[in-house]
């Protein structure tokens, strides 16, 4: 619509397009001839006819379209950033993003601990269906670390190129490059002291009573569905690592149910569930009720009445 018609009022051809509809059909409801305030308004004679009240009113109306146009840009900045940043993603504590306040909780945690790692050594061992599963797993745990107010710092450790947990995590778990945590080909026996690890492991005889900055805590990387009855044990054993177990059978009792099933050992995104849960709470009974599934077949005994 560049040029006015005979009902068109006489548009201005110089304005581009889009704009110039918009004032043109403005100026009509103001029920003034885009003639009249148009570049060729004083070869027709429009001085006269350009009075200040339609000046008035064409610039006021310049500064609606201004602000408008002001206001979607904003908009689909704001749009751009919070599909940037995932749900949730508004700011608060002086306008810092939430993405930006959870990368640096996660930097803190690298700086001064507590670390949890996950020991994809024993990865082998699965199928590929236990594999992608526990390729989702990690995803979940990733996504509840980086949520959390008090979060660790994560590592996979023997994470090999190339092998089938290597590539599923890849597969599965979009922006994974990006994940903020460390990867190594290495053995966390590698990496750190012996005496600063714990290897946590439903078949050990000692209870984990507390989490501590300077201790690095190891996840078996197996899905709760295989059956490798105490191969974290043996493990961890064989390493002279500590070991020690959650205190489920100090905090919870077996439930009855259809299928007679009780079970302690819990994936490893449940189990990172317990133990941020307790370090946030200091709270082992809040802890277990926000990991260990009523599948599992425990309930806590304050629910046993």
């Given at each position: 619509m560049a040029g006015g018609g005979a009902d068109g009022g006489g548009c201005p051809s110089a304005e581009?397009?889009?704009?110039?509809?918009?004032?043109?059909?403005?100026?009509r409801l103001l029920?003034?001839?885009?003639?009249?305030?148009?570049?060729?308004?004083?070869r027709a004679g429009g001085a006269a006819r350009c009075s200040?009240?339609?000046?008035?009113k064409r610039r006021r109306w310049e500064r609606v379209l201004a602000?408008?146009?002001?206001?979607?840009r904003q908009e689909r900045e704001r749009s751009r950033a919070r599909r940037a940043e995932g749900p949730g993603a508004a700011s608060r504590d002086g306008g810092r993003s939430l993405a930006a306040l959870a990368k640096e909780r996660l930097l803190e945690a690298r700086a001064s601990g507590p670390r949890l790692c996950v020991d994809l050594g024993v990865a082998d061992r699965m199928t590929q269906k236990e594999t992608s599963r526990l390729a989702s797993q990690i995803r979940r745990l990733y996504g509840a670390n980086r949520r959390a107010e008090k979060p660790f710092w994560l590592c996979l450790t023997e994470f090999v190129v190339g092998s089938l947990i290597y590539e599923e995590?890849?597969?599965?778990?979009?922006?994974?490059?990006?994940?903020?945590?460390?990867t190594t080909q290495e053995s966390y026996l590698d990496l750190f002291p012996l005496d600063a690890i714990v290897y946590l492991t439903p078949d050990s005889e000692n209870v984990l009573e507390d989490i501590e900055p300077?201790?690095?805590?190891?996840?078996?990387?197996?899905v709760d569905e295989s059956i490798h009855k105490k191969l974290t044990l043996q493990r961890a054993q064989e390493q002279s690592l500590q070991t020690a177990r959650l205190p489920i059978r100090e905090y919870m009792v077996k439930n009855m149910n259809t299928k007679n099933y009780h079970s302690e050992t819990l994936a490893i995104n449940q189990v990172f569930d317990v133990l941020s849960t307790y370090y946030d709470t200091r709270?082992?009974?809040?802890?277990?009720?926000?990991?260990?599934?009523?599948?599992?077949?425990?309930?806590?005994?304050?629910?046993?009445?």
């Open positions: 581009p397009e889009g704009e110039a509809a918009v004032a043109c059909e403005a100026l029920r003034i001839e885009p003639s009249a305030v148009g570049p060729g308004a004083g200040r009240n339609v000046l008035r602000a408008k146009r002001r206001k979607r995590c890849f597969r599965m778990n979009d922006g994974f490059s990006n994940y903020l945590m460390d300077n201790k690095v805590y190891i996840l078996g990387g197996l709270s082992w009974p809040a802890a277990l009720k926000a990991g260990v599934s009523s599948g599992k077949g425990y309930v806590l005994r304050d629910a046993v009445k």
